[in-house]
């Protein structure tokens, strides 16, 4: 049995709290669809389950296996009603409306001691739950079941859901992985650091790898694991797509090739991504032509490395769902070593491995480059306008220390009139949820910005500030 928690994902924004909240308190555990089916779980081997699940989540259809006992288990929201039913009980429909409760909870494997809390509630479900259920916890003065057990089967219930500053639901959750499970808290940046090593090591053999490289955080930590691991068998390919961020290619070759002394071969395929980007005004369809074309030269590289067994992507967790699987040679593997990691978690092993700060810090460049920041068409002009615009807007965000507290700043190009444009300035803080909220940007630098943007450009005629929020990536 393996130290870790498996969660199995009936809603995004659920699955990713709750992974966030144990592996704060250092407990491992990987996010996996909601489908996820018997033969799968065994391979896994976790020490529990966790059913991840808001009150007003439709439960799709689970395998009967996550039902059976043989794993522990813990349904949060709507599972937790789930699990009730198929155990002989009955519910009310969701009153639904967000309002404080009262809870009195018992001394149980999932709460520490008899107590009394309040918690913001999205919604109430009358429920009876069976005989052979053990109440753990009560709602309001109707003492309606909260919290649930089937001890004989180590399968526990909840409706307390979890919320981003919320450290009941924090304990609650560790005590099922400590207390249930019998999980360890081990899982940090030096045990990630060595077992991807471990991993990478065993899935390559004794071939050679290769990295392909776009730009950006993600490409630069797996590139680092991957050093790490193989040494002078990794090649590192970094392509220049022509939709890099400015001085993007001259910091990498610094880095990675002076500093690390890793094998880096640079190809300039500037001119085909172009082509390829011709005449496309979707995002969609010039994220599929990129994604299209960098799969082509992938596998042009591949031929041109010799005993070749390894293809290591820089696909984090929220890149998953948007990517497509790299073309492989017969033979060849596809290894992703931070596919379970948020991009915070990216930015401390890049720390631990000791990427340098500015590259930690810097801002998250997705494959597609800028790409989609451009409305419309991607062409030469577009891209020039759009990229000395991006990195004056990051020079003034960095120059005025608003850069740490930020989570995302960029630029993004919209034509206006006939052969002119608006440039849009986009500055999000983060929350502890999904939501990236517009940052209250000093209007200084927005003002200097705008200022030399116009100055440089007379092609952009509007320097606009874009306070809409956004979801995380």
């Given amino acids: 049995m393996r130290d870790m928690l498996i969660l199995l994902n009936l809603d995004p924004s659920v699955a990713r709290l709750t992974a966030r909240k144990l592996r704060s308190e250092k407990i491992c555990c990987r996010i996996l669809p909601a489908d996820t089916g018997r033969d799968a779980l065994i391979r896994e081997d976790p020490c529990g389950l966790v059913l991840c699940a808001a009150m007003d989540t439709p439960i799709p259809a689970l395998d009967p296996f996550v039902f059976s006992g043989n794993i522990p288990l813990l349904a949060l929201g709507s599972a937790a009603a789930l699990l009730n039913l198929r155990s002989g009980g009955t519910a009310s429909a969701l009153s639904p409306g967000k309002k404080l409760c009262e809870i009195r909870c018992v001394q ?3 709460f520490e001691k008899t107590a009394v809390f309040t918690h ?48 009941d639901s924090t304990k609650m959750l560790s005590r099922f992985a400590f207390s249930v499970c019998g999980c360890t808290p081990w899982w940090n940046e030096d045990a990630l650091v060595g077992n991807s090593v471990a991993s990478l090591r065993s899935l390559a ?8 490289m776009t730009g950006g955080l993600h490409a630069c930590v797996a590139a680092m694991l991957a050093g790490r691991a193989l040494g002078d068998r990794l090649t590192c390919c970094f392509v220049n797509t022509g939709l890099l961020q400015e001085g993007e290619e001259a910091r990498f070759t610094s880095f990675f090739r002076s500093t690390l002394r890793l094998n880096v071969v640079f190809l300039n395929e500037e001119k085909r991504f172009l082509e390829a980007l011709k005449g496309l005004r979707s995002q969609e369809d010039k994220r599929s032509a990129i994604h299209s074309l960098m799969r082509v030269v992938a596998r042009e590289v591949q031929r041109d490395i010799p005993n070749l067994s390894l293809v290591i992507l820089d696909q984090a967790y929220t890149d998953a769902p948007r990517r497509e699987p790299v073309s492989l040679r017969p033979g060849v593997q596809a290894a992703q070593p931070l596919a379970d990691l948020f991009l915070d978690e990216v930015r401390q092993v890049g720390a631990y491995l000791g990427l340098p700060y500015e590259m930690i810090a810097g801002q998250l460049i997705p494959d597609t480059g800028l790409a989609l920041n451009i409305v419309g068409e991607v062409t030469e002009e577009r891209l020039s306008i759009l990229r000395f615009a991006d990195a004056v807007f990051r020079r003034k965000v960095r120059h005025s220390g608003q850069s740490l507290r930020l989570s995302e700043y960029y630029a993004v190009l919209r034509p206006y009139e006939k052969d002119t444009y608006s440039v849009i300035l986009r500055a999000l803080s983060s929350t502890y949820g999904d939501e990236l909220r517009a940052a209250r940007t000093p209007y200084d630098v927005l003002e200097e910005a705008a200022e030399e943007i116009r100055s440089a450009c007379p092609q952009v005629r509007r320097v606009l500030y874009d306070l809409t929020p956004s979801s995380r990536a």
């Fill in 108 to 110: 149980s494997p999932l």
């Fill in 120 to 167: 913001m509630i999205s919604g109430t479900l009358a429920v009876r739950v069976p005989e052979h259920f053990e109440v753990l916890a009560t709602l309001g003065q109707e003492c309606l079941p909260f919290a649930f057990s089937f001890p004989a089967r180590h399968q526990f219930g909840t409706f307390l859901e979890p919320e981003p500053h919320d450290p």
């Fill in 205 to 212: 053999g004794d071939g050679s790898a290769l990295c392909m």
